[in-house]
């Protein structure tokens, strides 16, 4: 029994109000399904110019809409780079001290990568 409750909270069974974390999920699934396919080309491309037109390095295979960019041949820190990008009104987060996380979601158009990419080749 000691056993089976351990395994039931390491699995989030000792949330009280689990259903408050669950909610935003379901409603993704509900109502936003049809926009991975989006969300994930719009990675891709935002990843090819990363790699195209910056020193970061993208360093993982981009099938989702999760693109990580590794900062070391640039010789700049990931900190560093996030407030250069921050200027120039592209927002992501660090992952590690030489990696940084970029990521397409619902509230990130086309139009937006394409206006993304157009700062990105100013840097």
Known sequence: MNAARKKRKMLGGGLRQAGVLAAPG???LKTGIHRLAEDHENAKTLAKAIDDF???EVIND???N???ADTKKSG???VAWIERLKEAGILAVTFSPVTIR???HVDV???DINSVIESLKKL
């Open 54 to 56: 910056t020193e970061l």
């Open 26 to 28: 379901l409603h993704a």
């Open 102 to 104: 970029f990521t397409t």
């Open 66 to 68: 999760i693109i990580l």
């Open 76 to 78: 700049k820190s990931a």
């Open 62 to 64: 981009v099938d989702t």
């Open 109 to 111: 158009s086309k139009d």
